[in-house]
């Protein structure tokens, strides 16, 4: 007999995921701003922010 899913734990899994990425985007935006106050030059397609083990 087949199990019944867990409809709730899947959306719980999705949400979290979002919002995991949703953190991620606003850490790399702060990082960005925060450079581009320091005087470093942002604009260049090659400029990455710091890897940070906080997120």
Do not use: C, H, I, L
Request: charge should be neutral; avoid cysteine.
């Amino acid at each position: 007999m087949a199990r019944k899913p867990n409809y709730s734990f899947e959306r719980m899994e999705r949400d979290r995921a979002d919002a995991e990425k949703a953190a991620r985007k606003a850490a790399a935006k702060q990082a960005k701003k925060d450079a581009k106050a320091r005087g470093e030059d942002v604009d260049q397609p090659d400029w990455q922010p710091p890897e940070d083990e906080a997120v």
